[in-house]
């Protein structure tokens, strides 16, 4: 939990609020290639679950076609630019940590410096453009867990 968010496991009853928010032209222009589309994630197990933040989500999940560990944001328009974001990805950060994990990416659309704004007070390394995600060009940033 923080302040303001309930961290939690997914649960059936969030399929359609899930699929509300990433049906949104203007949430899935930031995702992947921007092409609006079907997103489907694939949590990574820790500790059972990957976590979730209302109104929107903050996760881990394998980067596709990578053996990376990507953190990963969506959140509802109604509440960007209010640092939603960044508090529920600090904590899922936080819950990486406290599990073990080393290493994390964030992978932005190449546009999209909200989120990019979001990796860096994470305390993030921008490590610059990179074609080695979701078969598109994107900004990648890493963070070393176990500093």
């Known amino acids: 939990m923080t302040d303001r968010l309930t961290l939690r496991a997914y649960r059936d009853d969030d399929a359609e609020a899930l699929f509300d928010l990433h049906s949104r032209e203007e949430v899935q222009r930031w995702i992947g290639d921007g092409l609006v589309g079907t997103l489907l994630l694939k949590p990574i197990p820790i ?35 209010r640092g939603v974001a960044t508090e529920a990805a600090r904590r899922v950060l936080d819950h990486a940590s406290d ?22 007070r994470l305390g993030m ?23």
Do not use: K
């Open 125 to 147: 390394v921008d490590r610059g453009s990179t074609e080695r995600y979701y078969d598109t060009t994107t900004r990648l940033f890493d963070l070393d867990l176990s500093a």
């Open 99 to 120: 599990h073990g994990l080393e290493h994390v990416v964030a992978v932005t659309h190449p546009d999209n410096l909200p989120s990019q704004r979001v990796a860096l």
């Open 47 to 81: 500790s059972g679950s990957a976590l979730a933040a209302d109104p929107g989500t903050a996760d881990l999940e394998h980067a596709i076609a990578s053996p990376d560990v990507e953190i990963g944001w969506h959140l509802h328009p109604d509440v960007w630019g």
